[in-house]
């Protein structure tokens, strides 16, 4: 129903349902109505206000009529009430006699007294007319209103019910008592019900208009009170002494009781009882008076369960609820802040981790009395098993994460103990989301305590330095190492080699593990021109060189002088292969990052005569097999003329794995290791089903077969599952291993992408790949070759590249 506005009432027929809707709002939300009012002009308002009290009028007249009904038609009660006669009166009850002379004064008192109200109500409404003040009139009349119905009803309940009592007193102390305690009962109940409410109406509305006009809520009461006194001592008069006093008892008590529950509404206790015992009903609550009457001036017990059922049903409409009882209804606040408080700690109990309990306890009520002044306290105590937990997210190691979590769990246990002895409801509600949150400590804690008691998978992989094949996962290169086998068992002897692969595909780790592959008689020695000692002059190298040999020799060069300059280097090369001819044995000189030569003869440290010296030695000393390992070819250096001082040299290029050299990585990373025998306990292995269905093949396609990157998926894996508790890799574990191997791996990606690429144009070329799998290869011919040279693309097909290795543009993407 839409009522029609307030000024636009009429007294006809299509008015009266809005003049009835406007009246329960004048009962329900005076305020809302007071705002109505003070639209309209003054006397348009008084003229409203007056027709709404002529639509009350039939309601009032039909709720009376059916009231008679029920009480005199439907319960059968009779309508006089015959009282004994004044002898037996005076001859049974002296002592009432002087109670009801008492009675007769109090008559006269009580006429000046309804006389008095009477002209005060005369005079105030001739007071407000003069003023015309319509809106304070009608803010007046509807406290009025609001009142007189609560009076009548109540006033008819404990008329009924005093007069009884009252009654029984006067009439008779055996018969007298318990027949009037049960009229009084039984016609204090059914009558004060339905009567109650004809009455109140009746009643209530028109002398609340009245006084509402005069004095409001003052007059209102006065009438009430005085209205039962005066009333029942008048009544006295016409019924006689006993008559008299009985009805004025009655009527004190029932006006005293009338007024308490009808102020207060106490009345809708009753509505309340049922919707939050014997169990609260949560769907109920839109019924409930707190929700439609503003003006319910007492707190209702245990409206803060129904308030949380209520919200827990309908989060959003409860929510809203318990805001607006804080924001704008005193009465109510108290229940509504307990409310909001046994939500929040219950919301805390659900959270999926402890680091979320600062923010979801952030708006816990906080005051200065009760429970409210200890939420302060229980949220720092709370902040700390937060911090607690935040602590163990940055652990991924379970041998850390093992006491972390035991200390955790202790603080859970200790905080319930604490908060057992705050103010509820914090005690009880913290205890029971503490429970949860331990769970979920506990959970942790059986987790860790799980991977620390099954067996690690061993961790053998390592992407970084020269792999040690003994104890570290090794493959063997057998095609680079079966090739450089075979050069340097010449006969005739080696005329020496380039040992040449890309950055991080192994050629360091080839030549640290070379001893095992090649005869006992070969005697290896390795130099890495990165070593400031190397290249800080022609001498330190010189120096260098003679030491690192010497090691290896095993007293071949004994007797000769240490160079200091080419000629003196080549005098003891000469020594060195005389001794080693006569030993039957060779000497492998290995130089790795030989492309360091190049850059300090750009420098000026070393001169084009240290090539010379080189190439002399490499054709004339056939027992010394000179190794150049690098990531550069001869054709991408640019200080010096090296394929004219290389010219004899022989290549040999270490390529990226195959698949079953990834393969064997994986399943048998230590069987070149002289740690295991055969007669001893079985090495370590992995079984393919470790890394998953399809998991050895997956690692070998995202890394290419980069050795290096291959080590590093690998290595990542294996933490992945012994910080777990899982035994083997699945394809979640798998997309996890590869994101964190972008971002362990991210110095040497950036080396292999970005910092290698030195042309004009190269590293734009390859952000290319951020936006799209494939492109035109570059019309450059430096960069096409350089870019091919270094193996990071590959033909895609329909003349477009690719790049070659996954995990490279997986790293383009989230870190490039």
Known sequence: MRPLRLGAIRLNGRSHLSALWWLGLLYRKPTRFYKAVKRLPRWRALAAALRLYLHAVPSMVLIAVLGRLLLHGALALPTTFEAPSSGEVLGRHAAEIAIGIAGGIAVVVGSVIVIVILLAIVVGVALVMASGIAIEIALEMAHAIAFGIAFGIAFGIAFGIASGIASGIVFGMADGIAGGIAIGIAGGIAGGIAGGIAGGIATGIAPGIAGGIAFGIVVAIALGIAAGIAGGIAAGIAAGIATGIATGIAGGIAAGIAFGIGYFRAFYFLVHIPMVWPRVRARWYRLHPVAWDDRCPLPFPGLDRLLVAYAEAFPAAGEREIRRLIDTYPAQRGSALRARTILRVRQSGRVKTLVELPMVLALLPEGEKGYLAQTSQARDMVAEIARLQARLDTLSRPVFREPLVRALVGEIRGFSEQIAGFHEPLASEFRT????????????????????????????????????????????????????????????????????????????????????????????????????????????????????????????????????????????????????????????????????????????????????????????????????????????????????????VRTVEVLPFALEETRLLLTDPLRHSPLWTRSGPPRPRFDPAFWGEGGIERIHAEAAGWPHLVQLLAETAVDLVNDSAATRLDAAMMERSLDRAVVGGDNVLRLLMQIESVLPGEWDYLCGFRRSDTQPPPAEEALFVSLRRRLVVEDAGAGRWRLRVPLMQRWLRQRG
């Open 433 to 648: 989301a503490a429970a949860l949150w331990l769970k979920l400590a506990q959970r942790q804690l059986d987790e860790a305590l799980a991977v620390l008691g099954k067996r690690q998978a061993p961790q053998v992989f390592r992407a970084g330095d020269p792999v040690d094949r003994a104890q570290e996962a090794f493959v063997e290169r057998s095609e680079a190492v079966g090739e450089l086998e075979r050069q340097v068992m010449l006969a005739t002897g080696c005329p020496g080699i380039l040992l040449y692969g890309r950055r991080r595909t192994g050629k360091s780790t080839l030549l640290k593990n070379l001893g095992a592959f090649v005869p006992t008689s070969v005697r290896l020695a390795s130099i890495s021109l990165q070593n400031p000692q190397a290249f800080t002059s022609l001498e330190s190298l010189l120096r260098t060189l003679a030491r690192e040999c010497r090691a290896v020799l095993a007293g071949a060069d004994s007797g000769l002088a240490e160079p200091a300059d080419l000629p003196g280097l080549f005098a003891w090369l000469e020594g060195v292969n005389g001794a080693l001819d006569r030993r039957g044995e060779r000497l492998v000189l290995a130089l790795d990052e030989y492309e360091q030569i190049d850059a300090k003869i750009g420098e000026g440290v070393f001169g084009l005569d240290l090539l010379a010296t080189l190439r002399e030695s490499i054709q004339k000393h056939r027992r010394v097999t000179w190794v150049l390992a690098g990531s550069h070819h001869v054709a991408e250096l640019g200080h010096a003329p090296w394929p004219s001082f290389l010219a004899s």
